[in-house]
Nanobody
Framework: QVQFVESGGGLVHPGGSLRLSCAAS????????IGWFRQAPGKEREGVSC??????????YYAKSVKGRFAISMDNAKTTVYLQMNSLKPEDTAVYYC??????????????????WGQGTQVNVSL
């Protein structure tokens, strides 16, 4: 069972930055993807970014709404994923969830492809 420890959420002013961390454990296969999703009040959950454990098979993904502002990275152990969020906007306010799935390349980032989910961390962007 893959488990997560998410951290880094909080309150920030528009234009500010936050870095979310997702420390994952319990992987039993070498090829997997870890993604970040978010859900704002009254809206559906959306895929924000994704990174694959395999350079040969995978890639990174960014939603159009965050491209150029957010950057995803993975540590050398391939178990901790970071989401650096810059130039934050009020519309980035949401609960951010870390998720993982085996055999995923991040070519398609849809929540039903990810089998393991974290509890979420709140990000608030406001004056």
């Amino acid at each position: 069972q893959v488990q997560f420890v998410e951290s880094g959420g909080g309150l920030v002013h528009p234009g500010g930055s936050l870095r979310l961390s997702c420390a994952a454990s319990g992987f039993t296969q070498d090829y997997y993807a870890i993604g970040w999703f978010r859900q704002a009040p009254g809206k559906e959950r959306e895929g924000v970014s994704c990174i694959s454990s395999s350079i040969a098979h995978g890639t990174t993904y960014y939603a159009k709404s965050v491209k150029g502002r957010f950057a995803i990275s993975m540590d050398n152990a391939k178990t901790t994923v970071y989401l650096q969020m810059n130039s934050l906007k009020p519309e980035d306010t949401a609960v951010y969830y870390c998720a993982a799935g085996y055999g995923l390349s991040c070519t398609i980032v849809a929540e039903d492809l990810f089998d393991y989910w974290g509890q979420g961390t709140q990000v608030n962007v406001s004056l």
